[in-house]
């Protein structure tokens, strides 16, 4: 029961920062744009699932092409944080190296058969990845970007808390469908928790009203 009132929540919650991001349009920034189109762009996936709640070639096409959507946007918006040059050029070569490996996945299983969980992971990756290099940048930075007025923190944050735990979960995505083991089904709600915050973060970095643009 508390298991599936998180799962509906985690779903429906996302329907927040598309409101936000649509209210204050007209105020977004650069990174909020991108965030923006983002939530838009996941959507379809999320209301999907709970209209549909299986595993059909509709819902596996959507997460399916959401997924490297998602990295293209995020590449978007954290391309351009970095002054080391060290730093830019392995932001750059992890977008290069996305790729290959998401066309040999979607190659080797599928666009409709199956949720290619292994994309969702590796995203989460590299999206820590760019997490930490931007911290360590900022520590010793004299202009601070990191700021609760600065959209781009409460975006850092909300990723920073969704990516660790969706590391592991959709590792063990489809071993947890199919054993239906007690103890692992409550990662689950770890992982809703974690994608509802998200969102919650996501829509306060949108309804910022004075955006600088960045």
């Known amino acids: 029961m508390i298991i599936e009132i998180f799962r509906t929540v985690s779903i429906w919650v996302i329907v927040l920062p598309f409101l936000a991001g649509v209210i204050n349009y007209r105020n977004l920034n650069r990174d909020s744009k991108w965030m923006f189109y983002l939530v838009v762009a ?14 059909t070639p509709a819902l596996n096409i959507s997460y399916n ?15 351009n ?17 996305y790729w290959p490996i998401a066309v040999f996945l979607f190659w080797q299983k ?9 994309l969702v992971c590796i995203n ?4 820590m990845i760019w997490i930490l290099l931007f911290l360590k940048e900022q520590f010793n930075a004299h202009d601070i970007l990191i700021g609760k007025g600065n959209p781009f923190s409460w975006y850092l944050l909300a990723i920073l808390i969704y990516a660790p735990c969706s590391i592991i979960a959709f590792a063990l995505y489809h071993y947890i469908r199919e054993k239906e083991n007690g103890a692992l089904s409550n990662l689950w709600v770890i992982q809703s928790v974690c994608n ?4 919650l973060l996501l829509m306060m970095g949108l309804f910022i009203r004075k955006q600088k643009m960045v």
Request: some cysteine; overall charge positive.
């Open 42 to 55: 996941g959507l379809a996936p999320q209301i999907l699932t709970s209209i549909i709640n299986r595993s």
């Open 65 to 79: 092409l959401y997924t490297p959507v998602e990295f293209v946007l995020m590449y978007a918006i954290f391309f």
């Open 81 to 97: 944080k970095y002054s080391n040059g060290i730093n830019r050029k392995i932001v750059r070569v992890s977008a290069f190296c």
């Open 110 to 118: 599928g666009i409709t058969t199956v949720f290619v969980n292994e």
């Open 124 to 127: 989460s990756v590299f999206y």
């Open 196 to 199: 509802i915050l998200m969102y």
